[in-house]
């Protein structure tokens, strides 16, 4: 079942102009902060927050995690298969997949983002302009993101204990 139009109304107040907002995943391995980058991916940034607002990432998992690469998460069946009922189109932009960054997961079709996002665990240049990168983790929150980064995993690049997306808020900053 589509979650669009419940994201759309959870969004419909947001200023970009005016307001700088931040998501904040409490995971089972610590918190990570998030800022966002509207200027330069503003429907990913709405659709991200309107997620996080209806409560569609809480209790998730990161069901990837290739040390070195990236951690992946916002699948609701933990298979790396599921997503909101909906798709959105590639933003691609001139910021660099860099340690930290936050990015959209897609299947071939550049228009085939949903709700699956990947933090980069280093430089990785190769996905620039083929994925839309749309925030950052925050310094503070760079240690997290490499400790759920080291994690043991197995077959199929999930970590062998579960990694738990506890609850995801937006905070303006």
């Known amino acids: ?32 902060q998030l800022d966002l980058l509207p200027e330069v991916a503003p429907e990913h940034c709405k659709n991200m927050i309107g997620l996080a607002k209806i409560g569609f990432y809480d209790g998730l998992i990161f069901h990837r995690v290739i040390a070195g690469f990236m951690l992946q998460g916002g699948c609701p069946s933990g298979t790396g298969t599921g997503g909101p009922g909906y798709q959105i189109n590639a933003e691609f932009n001139p910021t660099s997949h860099v340690a930290g960054v936050l990015s959209m997961a897609r299947s071939a079709d550049p228009n085939s983002a949903g709700s699956q996002f990947f933090i980069c665990l280093a430089d990785t240049p190769h996905l620039d302009g083929q994925y839309t990168a749309f925030g950052k983790a925050t310094d503070a929150s760079l240690d997290v993101v490499q400790k759920i980064g080291a994690m043991p995993t197995k077959p199929g690049d999930r970590p062998v204990e579960d990694v738990k997306i506890n609850s995801v808020k937006v905070v303006e900053i």
């Open 1 to 32: 079942m589509s979650k669009q139009a419940e994201v759309a109304a959870a969004v419909a107040d947001l200023d970009f102009a005016n307001k700088k907002y931040q998501i904040v995943l409490d995971t089972s391995a610590g918190e990570i």
